[in-house]
């Protein structure tokens, strides 16, 4: 049973030699009482012959079978050679045969062609068949080689890697939790760790100086194709560290995956652009810079228009912004329309818009601006003919939100016509820095933390928490690549009176509560706790950009869909009354 060589390996200079291949038969063709078997393994197809050998049980083959031949080396005839493969200029002469499986006919088809049209839930109820696939394939190796260079490089910088647990208290002040019933504590529970957030910062106080894992992570949240339920991260915590050392040290992790596995030089250092003016120029703390379409704030410009929408907004405190959609002044009715239910699902009333077709701006609300306005607009927005531009009146945030969400939007529509070209293999990196500490929760009628209540304020704004929470900055960052948040963290709070300072008096959490679900924690920080900072990445997030897919499903072996199941296992399920009762639960069915 013992192979010799995998199927990618055989070349023209193992002429003559009997080799041992094993693997799934990836087709079978019968050529005038010859039959060739191209037989597949995970790295790759060799062309197997069957002469006067082994012939008539060759022909009872079939695709996806699991087969081990025994044979001998040769030349393909020269019109037979298949350069497009590294066992193109060799077969192998079969002289033995052992057939482990033979296969059903699977449901849908193994090659990426076929398998890409394939329903997604067919295939992930068929799993293991999916992955059989040379792209499924290709990205599970993608992600072990990111995986290797991350652990490669952070045990060159001195860090040790060290595990922590699933099972943690519930602190349900962040996603929703999965809370786990314990047997033998009656009626208490644990939560699965939505992040080693807390273990790490511990790991500080010990003395570790220099932590990292590749963790497991979990949140019962709504999925999407950049969510799963349980995902991967990769979680670092240092002590003795500013923002200046955070940056270079994970521009360096970056810079190692990328050459590890793209064989690519990315420059360093990134970008750094400040919160507010990604959201000014980008509408979104995580901008795709890839191309421009930047919004254009014109709130001085209509804070006396003619256009009362645009003129109470201003008067009331709020922003009327604008971009250039450039070229894309032909869009259809259609199109228009899903874009302003876009815009309404994000708080606006209505998308307003000029097009600039045949030298004539068109737009229901054109009538009502003056010429100062309109020499404005087009002087700062460049317009040319065969443009559209797009405007958003609301409160600052919502404004940038809605042209934000339709910058995306309309830079996919000229995509799809062909005006823009936005290249999944341009890394785009950068770093959004300058969060604010806090923001306003209105529903709860108080401050909420922007990233997490661990994180410390800037040091110069820390005496603003009394007086002006909202104006705080955070020693906070994200890395952004290509529209999508990487990864995120911050400069931690270390001295136990600020961070109860910032749990009571800031975040309104009763001294109680604090006490119950922090207090181990702030324990920890009377013992000496060294100033530290960090950061998780997601892995799978990561991956599936290495790998220029969107859905970071095509990058986990075994994910859940949409509705939060397991198609393959057909899980979650019922379970018995006896489990139920030892773990002290009992189900109670909900009214009809």
């Given at each position: 049973m013992k192979?010799?060589h ?10 003559n030699a ?15 009482g ?13 062309q197997?012959k069957?002469d ?11 695709a996806?079978?699991?087969?081990g ?15 497009n ?7 192998i ?32 109820t ?10 499924m394939?290709k ?9 290797k260079?991350?652990r ?7 860090f ?12 349900p002040e962040?996603?929703r939790?999965y809370l ?8 208490q529970f ?8 807390q273990?790490?910062?511990?790991l500080m106080?010990?003395?570790?100086e ?15 194709a950049d ?20 940056y ?5 992790m ?8 793209l064989g ?9 652009l400040?919160?507010k ?6 509408g ?6 890839r ?27 709020g922003s ?21 239910e ?5 708080g ?6 000029i097009?600039?077709e ?43 939100a809605?042209?934000g ?8 529509l000229?995509v799809?016509r ?7 293999d ?5 770093w ?16 909420a ?5 661990f994180?410390?304020?800037v ?10 929470p ?23 709070i ?5 961070q109860?300072k910032?749990f ?12 119950t679900?922090?207090?181990?924690m702030l ?14 990445f997601?892995l799978?997030?990561?991956v ?11 990058v986990i ?14 899980s979650?399920?019922p ?11 009992k ?5 009809k």
């Amino acid at each position: 049973m013992k192979r010799t060589h995998h199927c990618a390996q055989l070349t023209s200079t193992h002429l003559n030699a009997i080799v041992f291949l094993a693997g799934w038969v990836d087709s079978v063709r019968d050529h005038g009482g010859i039959i060739f078997v191209d037989l597949r393994d995970r790295e790759g197809v060799t062309q197997i012959k069957f002469d006067a050998n082994c012939r008539a049980e060759a022909a009872l083959l079939k695709a996806e079978s699991v087969i081990g031949i025994t044979g001998k080396v040769e030349l393909r005839p020269a019109a037979m050679m298949n350069k497009n493969i590294p066992t193109g200029e060799i077969e192998i002469d079969a002289s033995a045969l052992e057939v482990h499986n033979i296969s059903d006919t699977p449901p849908f088809p193994l090659d990426d062609a076929g398998g890409d049209k394939v329903n997604e839930d067919l295939r992930l109820t068929y799993r293991y068949l999916d992955l059989r696939r040379p792209k499924m394939r290709k990205n599970l190796q993608v992600r072990h080689r990111a995986a290797k260079s991350v652990r490669d490089y952070f045990d060159a910088q001195g860090f040790y890697e060290i595990e922590t647990p699933a099972l943690f208290k519930s602190t349900p002040e962040g996603a929703r939790e999965y809370l786990v019933p314990s047997r033998i504590h009656a009626g208490q529970f644990y939560a699965l760790s939505q992040s080693p957030q807390q273990f790490k910062q511990i790991l500080m106080v010990a003395g570790v100086e220099k932590y990292f894992q590749i963790a497991r992570c979990f949140r019962d949240e709504d999925l999407r194709a950049d969510r799963q339920m349980e995902f991967t991260q990769i979680d670092v915590e240092v002590s003795f560290i500013d923002r200046e050392g955070i940056y270079s040290l994970f521009e360096g992790m970056l810079k190692n995956v990328w050459k590890d596995v793209l064989g690519q030089d990315l420059p360093t250092p990134f970008p750094r652009l400040a919160y507010k003016d990604a959201m000014n120029r980008y509408g979104v703390d995580k901008p795709d810079t890839r191309f421009g379409f930047e919004l254009v704030d014109f709130s001085d410009t209509f804070k006396s228009s003619g256009f009362k929408v645009f003129a109470s907004t201003v008067a009331a405190g709020g922003s009327v912004k604008a971009f250039n959609a450039k070229g894309l002044a032909n869009i259809t009715q259609g199109e228009m329309g899903a874009l302003e239910e876009i815009a309404k699902s994000l708080g606006a009333k209505g998308l307003a818009f000029i097009k600039v077709e045949g030298g004539e701006w068109k737009s229901p609300i054109v009538k009502f601006f003056s010429e100062e306005e309109k020499a404005e607009l087009t002087k700062r927005l460049g317009l040319e003919d065969g443009d559209l531009v797009f405007f958003a009146a609301a409160p600052w945030e919502r404004a940038c939100a809605i042209l934000g969400r339709t910058r995306l939007e309309a830079a996919q529509l000229l995509v799809k016509r062909g005006k823009m070209t936005i290249r999944p293999d341009q890394w785009n990196f950068l770093w959004v820095v300058d969060f604010p500490l806090m923001s306003y929760d209105e529903e709860r009628g108080a401050f909420a933390a922007t990233h997490h209540p661990f994180t410390s304020p800037v040091p110069e704004d820390v005496a603003l928490l009394d007086s002006d929470p909202k104006a705080v900055r955070g020693q906070h960052y994200d890395c952004v690549l290509n529209g999508m948040e990487l990864g995120g963290g911050s400069i931690r709070i270390h001295q136990p009176a600020l961070q109860k300072k910032v749990f009571e008096d800031v975040l309104k959490i009763p001294a109680d509560v604090v006490a119950t679900r922090f207090g181990y924690m702030l324990k920890a920080f009377t013992y000496g706790a060294p100033p530290h900072g960090g950061m998780a990445f997601g892995l799978d997030r990561m991956v599936a950009l290495l790998c220029g897919t969107t859905s970071i499903r095509d990058v986990i072996a075994f994910p859940k869909t949409q509705k939060a199941q397991d198609l393959m296992t057909q899980s979650p399920t019922p379970v018995t009354e006896k489990q139920l009762k030892e773990l002290h639960i009992k189900i109670v069915e909900e009214a009809k």
